[in-house]
């Protein structure tokens, strides 16, 4: 183990990552535990993207229990999807908007075929941002559900704020906010207390 405890070292030192915690484990349990950087295994760490995979569980449980059809279009769960609009282009700093052609699915929101972006990835989503003023969905607000698609659903792969958008959808599905959907489906059975959207640690 002491050649895993060097690479984690050497990362930091390189300036790689600024700091690393990493532990392996098989059906037997633990087999690695290792950090380097001046945190611990037991670090409190944002786990940013890897929400996506506890969300769509969240939302793959509501299919399981019949409250959810992936199919739907969005908009049957939260009918505010239907003022998203697909951006077109620009006219000097003025986005220029327009209907989709096809309603959006959940299906599409779990798979990212919505065409709902991300700012550091596409040009279009940043200057919308700019140019509305709208903050991105760092920021947490509710504002960030106004930012319009930037390909018509269905038509390509575009990492964004599909999951946020599928959030809501398992919180109609549900009757729950998602909070306690993630917490009594997912973290609460698998004994993960210290997961959750409000650390007090």
């Known amino acids: ?29 633990t087999v690695y535990e290792g950090s380097a950087g001046g945190v611990s295994t037991d670090t409190t760490f944002r786990i940013m993207s890897m929400t996506k995979m506890v969300a769509t569980t969240a939302a793959l449980q509501q299919v399981e229990q019949g409250r959810l059809n ?15 609009q697909v951006l077109t282009g620009f006219d ?4 220029l908007l327009k209907p989709p052609a ?22 279009d989503v940043l200057a919308w941002e700019t140019a509305t ?9 509710e504002v960030i559900f106004t930012a319009p ?6 038509s390509q792969y575009v990492y964004g704020i599909n999951t946020d958008w599928l959030g809501k959808v398992v919180e109609a599905a549900s009757g729950d906010t998602l909070d306690v959907a ?6 609460g059975p698998l004994g993960m207390d210290r997961t959750t959207f409000a650390p007090t640690s």
């Open 182 to 187: 993630v917490k009594e489906g997912i973290t």
């Open 133 to 141: 003023g709208t903050p991105n969905v760092l920021s947490g607000s």
């Open 70 to 84: 992936l199919d739907a279009p969005v908009d049957d769960y939260c009918p505010s999807f239907r003022d998203v």
């Open 1 to 29: 183990m002491d050649a895993i405890d060097r690479v984690l070292q050497e990362a930091v030192e390189a300036g790689v990552v600024p700091h690393v915690a990493a532990i392996a484990a098989d059906r037997d349990g």
């Open 149 to 154: 698609m930037v390909a018509e659903p269905g």
């Open 102 to 123: 096809t309603r959006a699915t959940v299906r599409q929101l779990v798979t990212h075929t919505t065409g709902l972006g991300y700012w550091f990835w596409n040009a």
């Open 92 to 95: 000097g700093d003025e986005p």
